[in-house]
Structure formats: structure tokens, C-alpha cells
């Protein structure tokens, strides 16, 4: 249903008129391995019916034997399953581990993922880096004397503040 094609005529479809030339391009590499008789599981994005789907295919082959010697493939047998739920789930489970929840800006995690790369980056191109490092003077006193609602505020002013000054290479 999600390709927009009805079941009943699946069965004898050439792929490419299945997923679309591109798509099939895409898979051609994965459909070879399994005609020559090794099965292939891969993940690719495709567009069904205006909408963006990410799929896990498992190329199975019929592989036809002698005894216990395979001798051809007659076919291979093509499963998918859609998988963009769980992408966009995991998506967004990334973008949590990443970002404050509160300011939207890169957290320590983050941090030190960006800042571990940009310093091989420098070696690699014998360039400098720069780190700066900021503080909410007297923040505490915020918090206790307006409550937490007005220092989260204060909070996201910051960081909006900051995220407006800063390149759009830089991470703040």
C-alpha cells in the first residue's frame, strides 16, 4: 500500500517498476550479490506517494540444489519493511542526547564530540582553533530570587542571544 501499487500485481513486477529507476539503481549492487546466491540486507530511502521512506530490504535467494550442492539461482525473493518510524524516532533520540532540551543549543555532550573532531581537524591542517568559554554571573541569585521559571527564561535568552552572534559554522 505504502508504494501505491495494489499486492495483486506485485508478483512478476520488474523491480525498477516497483521502487522507480533511481531507487533501483540504488539497489541493483545488493540484487547482484544475491543472484549470485548470497542474501543482502540494506537500508534505503525511497519517495512513495509524495512521502519520505526509509526501508530495510532483505534480498533472499531461491538458490536451487542437487543434493546438497547448490547449482543456480532461480530467483531472488525481495522483503521490506518500513523502517522510517523507527528512523525518525531514532532521530529524534540523537537530536535529545545532543541538544538541550531547555535552550535548544549543543549540550556537553555534543561538545565534546564537535570539539574531539575540530581538534584533529587543526592537526590535520596545522591550523588553530578557537574555544570560548562563557558564565551567568551571579545565576544562582536569579533563580532563588525570581524562581527557575525566570531563570529558564534567562536561560534561553542567552542562548538565543548567543546563537545569533556566532557563524553559522560555529557551534554554540
Given amino acids: 500500500a505504502w508504494l501505491g501499487l495494489e499486492p495483486v500485481r506485485l508478483p512478476g513486477m520488474h523491480l525498477a517498476e ?6 533501483y539503481d540504488a539497489a541493483r549492487p545488493r540484487l547482484k550479490q544475491a543472484f549470485e546466491g548470497v ?9 512513495a506517494q509524495g512521502r519520505h521512506r526509509i ?5 533472499v ?16 525473493y525481495a522483503l521490506a519493511h518500513d523502517m522510517t518510524r523507527v528512523k525518525e524516532a531514532e532521530s529524534r ?3 535529545m542526547a545532543r541538544f538541550d532540551s531547555l535552550t535548544g543549543i549543543a549540550n556537553r ?10 581538534l584533529e581537524r587543526v592537526r590535520r591542517q596545522r591550523q588553530v582553533l578557537g574555544v570560548a568559554y562563557m558564565d551567568i554571573d551571579h ?9 527557575h521559571g525566570v531563570g529558564d527564561e534567562v ?5 538565543q542571544r548567543l546563537a545569533a552572534c556566532v557563524r553559522v559554522t560555529d557551534t554554540p
Avoid: C, H, S
Fill in 93 to 95: 533520540l540523537v537530536q
Fill in 39 to 47: 542474501g543482502a540486507t540494506f537500508e534505503m530511502p525511497l519517495q
Fill in 18 to 23: 516497483v521502487l522507480g529507476k533511481p531507487a
Fill in 155 to 159: 536561560l534561553k535568552e542567552v542562548a
Fill in 55 to 59: 526501508l530495510e530490504w532483505t534480498f
Fill in 139 to 147: 545565576f544562582k541569585a536569579i533563580n532563588d530570587t525570581w524562581g
Fill in 109 to 118: 555532550r555534543l561538545f565534546g564530540e564537535l570539539l574531539g573532531q575540530a
Fill in 61 to 76: 535467494p531461491d538458490v536451487q540444489a542437487q543434493g546438497r550442492v547448490a547449482v543456480a539461482v532461480a530467483g531472488v
